[in-house]
């Protein structure tokens, strides 16, 4: 039982226009959310989070929108640039952090 | 500052032959550390974690198993390799006061 879903196994974007990456998640118990970046042979990076107490968080190029109700969040990037290109995972904790779990990712490519 | 290491980078092994990664975190005391994989176009799926010397909690049963010899050492480690143990592995802690995931730079694992 996945608990946490990203749909698009891959998105390809121009340089210069929004990316939107998706996510849903069944467990209502998170309660907070988490996005990763991935290039090939190294490890996630953290690039941002939300808790459910906002439905919006913004952090440069990156913002991320939470919709509990629908159990739905999104990260748009605005301007993509091809550096972005890589792996986003979708990652959601709750319990305190006990329970963090991780989407299948995304492959963005973002083209010059 | 808190740091991560993981090693070594990539390692080709042949069936049957034994295991060990090792992880080290510096900068903190008591870390909370969890060992990842993800197989090849899959996502991020959680091994162990540890939440101090010698508690080691397994999350799905394999082929491998973990140790925690010290606070800040994490090691994985197997017997005998499988062809299906290969994947990138991933060492992680949560920092004091986060709820983040912050990743080490991960172990390519070929078994042929």
């Known amino acids: 039982d996945q608990q946490v879903k990203q749909n698009s196994p891959s998105l390809s974007v121009q340089e210069g226009r929004i990316s939107i990456l998706n996510c849903d998640y069944t467990?209502?118990?998170?309660?907070?959310f988490l996005w990763y970046k991935k290039y090939p042979a190294e490890g996630p990076t953290f690039l941002i989070s939300?808790?459910?107490?906002?439905d919006k968080n913004e952090d440069g190029r990156f913002t991320v929108f939470l919709n509990k109700s629908a159990k739905h969040l999104s990260l748009h990037i605005v301007p993509s640039q091809p550096g972005d290109s890589a792996v986003y995972f979708c990652a959601a904790s709750g319990n305190y952090g006990q329970n963090f779990v991780f989407g299948p990712g995304t492959r963005l490519s973002v083209l010059p | 500052s808190q740091t991560i290491h993981q090693w070594p980078a990539t390692l080709v092994q042949p069936v049957g032959s034994p295991l060990s990664l090792e992880c080290t975190v510096e900068?903190?005391?008591?870390?909370?550390l969890y060992w990842y994989r993800q197989a090849a176009g899959r996502g991020l799926q959680l091994l162990f974690y540890s939440v101090g010397i010698g508690q080691i909690s397994s999350e799905v049963p394999q082929n491998l198993s973990a140790s925690r010899p010290q606070d800040r050492q994490f090691i994985l480690s197997s017997k005998k390799l499988l062809l299906s143990d290969s994947g990138f592995y991933l060492c992680?802690?949560?920092?004091?006061?986060?709820?983040?995931?912050?990743f080490g730079q991960g172990t390519r694992l070929t078994v042929v």
């Open positions: 900068g903190t005391s008591n870390p909370n």
């Open positions: 939300i808790s459910s107490i906002k």
């Open positions: 992680a802690w949560t920092p004091t006061f986060s709820r983040r995931r912050v």
């Open positions: 467990n209502s118990m998170f309660d907070y």
